[in-house]
């Protein structure tokens, strides 16, 4: 027997062939990973590339972690703890709340997906801001739910008040990026307070946390620390960026139990792997070597701001926003992708938007040198 087919195939199929998965996924932009740099390198002819648009903190795992990693492997032929109960465990007592309240899973992203997965049904509405993070739209769309993306303001970051004013009756979920992925602009506590109490007690507010540990501005509040209670409320973290494992793709929830306990529900069983486990417990024995790591992408981060808004003024109301995630924004508009085919020209490699701007990782002092150095060319042509 066969099924119906498509005026229009997709991008991999054949003319006149059966369709065997969603037509609306067609129209979904696939999710855009940093480009190797040793790729790079060959290509070029070059003896090495810098890779600067995955956000990665660049100084290797913490102390411990390898060896931690590699005991955990030698137990590879066993399932691991689908409970994570030691992991949990720890981060109760680091964060002060009940094991109970906190899920873990494959990176932040994961637990985003995970939690419309949790609340929404086919055509219910996931609110958020755009541009933020490239990965919502697909968690909504292949979730069955429906975006609702709400314009960023002027200053690149969240409109707060319009994207109260888009809830309906469907919207199941919002999602509040804070510090803003690509943009690096952040919420303070009196906007989410206000947001907070004008979204409806059946909504699901998730704080999407991940870059927490680089934040300085004391008016950005700790999601977890301020609004963790709040029944309508989860926290997003993940040990990819300033916990240094991002290849092993872990992160973690803190919600209210019962939103804690649905997430785990649909979790991919086994998804938090033995070796992300390890290396987790491993980390959160060097919270003082974290902290100085995040200082140093700190220091770089403000140095290469100011650095930037010499170098390539973007126009004469626009400037790179200030940032408190480990990366800054560049609003270059149309000239965002030939700025980025430049750089990667000369062997360095960021993140562009189309018609948006470019998110530039921060590297070490060297590799940001190298990167003002490109910069400074290419806005003096």
Same mark, same amino acid.
């Given at each position: 027997?066969? /099924?119906?087919?498509?005026?229009?195939?997709?991008?991999?199929?054949?003319?006149? $062939?059966?369709?065997? *998965?969603?037509?609306?996924?067609?129209?979904? !932009?696939?999710?855009?990973? /940093?480009?190797?740099?040793?790729?790079?390198?060959?290509?070029? #002819?070059?003896?090495? &590339?810098?890779?600067?648009?995955?956000?990665?903190?660049?100084?290797?795992?913490?102390?411990?972690?390898?060896?931690?990693?590699?005991? $955990?492997?030698?137990?590879?032929?066993?399932?691991?703890?689908? /409970?994570?109960?030691?992991?949990?465990?720890?981060?109760?007592?680091?964060?002060?709340?009940?094991?109970?309240?906190?899920?873990?899973?494959?990176? +932040?992203?994961?637990?985003?997906?995970?939690?419309?997965?949790?609340?929404?049904?086919?055509?219910? %509405?996931?609110?958020? +801001?755009?541009?933020?993070?490239?990965?919502?739209?697909?968690?909504?769309?292949?979730?069955? $739910?429906?975006?609702?993306?709400? !314009?960023?303001?002027?200053?690149? #970051?969240?409109?707060?008040?319009?994207?109260?004013?888009?809830?309906?009756?469907?919207?199941?979920?919002?999602?509040?990026?804070?510090?803003?992925?690509?943009?690096?602009?952040?919420?303070?506590?009196?906007?989410?307070?206000?947001?907070?109490? +004008?979204? !409806?007690?059946?909504?699901?507010?998730?704080?999407?946390?991940?870059?927490?540990?680089?934040?300085?501005?004391?008016?950005?509040?700790?999601?977890? &620390?301020?609004?963790?209670?709040?029944?309508?409320?989860?926290?997003?973290?993940?040990?990819?960026?300033?916990?240094?494992?991002?290849?092993?793709?872990?992160?973690?929830? =803190?919600?209210?139990?019962?939103? &804690?306990?649905?997430?785990?529900?649909?979790?991919?069983?086994?998804? *938090?792997?033995?070796?992300?486990?390890?290396?987790?417990?491993?980390?959160?024995?060097?919270?003082?070597?974290?902290?100085?790591?995040?200082?140093?992408?700190?220091?770089?981060?403000?140095? =290469?701001?100011?650095?930037?808004?010499?170098?390539?003024?973007?126009?004469?109301?626009?400037?790179?926003?200030?940032?408190?995630?480990?990366?800054?924004?560049?609003?270059?508009?149309?000239? +965002?992708?030939?700025?980025?085919? &430049?750089? %990667? $020209?000369?062997?360095?490699?960021?993140?562009?938007?189309? /018609?948006?701007?470019?998110?530039?990782?921060?590297?070490?002092?060297? %590799?940001?040198?190298?990167?003002?150095?490109?910069?400074?060319?290419?806005?003096?042509?």
């Amino acid at each position: 027997m066969t /099924g119906p087919t498509s005026s229009t195939p997709g991008p991999d199929r054949r003319p006149g $062939a059966p369709r065997l *998965t969603r037509a609306d996924l067609d129209a979904l !932009p696939n999710y855009v990973p /940093g480009r190797s740099p040793a790729d790079l390198a060959r290509e070029l #002819g070059l003896p090495e &590339a810098i890779k600067l648009a995955s956000n990665e903190v660049p100084y290797g795992p913490l102390p411990g972690v390898v060896e931690a990693v590699s005991e $955990a492997v030698s137990g590879a032929h066993r399932y691991p703890d689908m /409970g994570v109960l030691a992991l949990r465990a720890a981060l109760a007592e680091r964060h002060g709340v009940d094991p109970d309240r906190i899920a873990t899973g494959c990176g +932040s992203v994961a637990l985003a997906e995970h939690l419309v997965r949790a609340t929404c049904l086919p055509g219910d %509405e996931v609110v958020y +801001s755009w541009r933020s993070f490239e990965a919502y739209p697909i968690i909504a769309a292949t979730s069955g $739910a429906t975006s609702v993306r709400v !314009p960023n303001d002027a200053g690149h #970051g969240h409109d707060l008040a319009a994207m109260a004013a888009a809830v309906t009756d469907r919207t199941r979920l919002i999602l509040v990026c804070n510090p803003n992925n690509p943009t690096g602009t952040s919420l303070r506590r009196s906007e989410l307070d206000r947001f907070l109490a +004008s979204v !409806p007690d059946d909504v699901l507010v998730v704080l999407d946390e991940a870059y927490r540990e680089f934040v300085t501005d004391a008016e950005v509040p700790d999601g977890l &620390a301020v609004y963790g209670d709040r029944p309508n409320v989860v926290v997003l973290r993940t040990f990819s960026k300033a916990w240094g494992l991002a290849g092993l793709r872990i992160g973690f929830l =803190v919600g209210q139990p019962e939103v &804690a306990a649905a997430v785990r529900k649909v979790v991919t069983p086994f998804s *938090t792997s033995l070796a992300a486990q390890a290396g987790a417990l491993a980390a959160l024995t060097q919270v003082d070597e974290v902290r100085r790591r995040c200082a140093l992408v700190v220091a770089e981060r403000d140095r =290469v701001t100011e650095a930037l808004r010499k170098r390539l003024p973007v126009g004469p109301t626009a400037t790179v926003p200030d940032s408190q995630a480990n990366f800054v924004w560049l609003p270059l508009g149309d000239r +965002s992708v030939p700025f980025a085919q &430049a750089c %990667e $020209a000369r062997g360095i490699i960021v993140r562009p938007f189309a /018609g948006e701007g470019v998110r530039v990782t921060i590297g070490t002092p060297a %590799e940001n040198d190298a990167f003002l150095a490109v910069a400074d060319q290419l806005g003096n042509q």
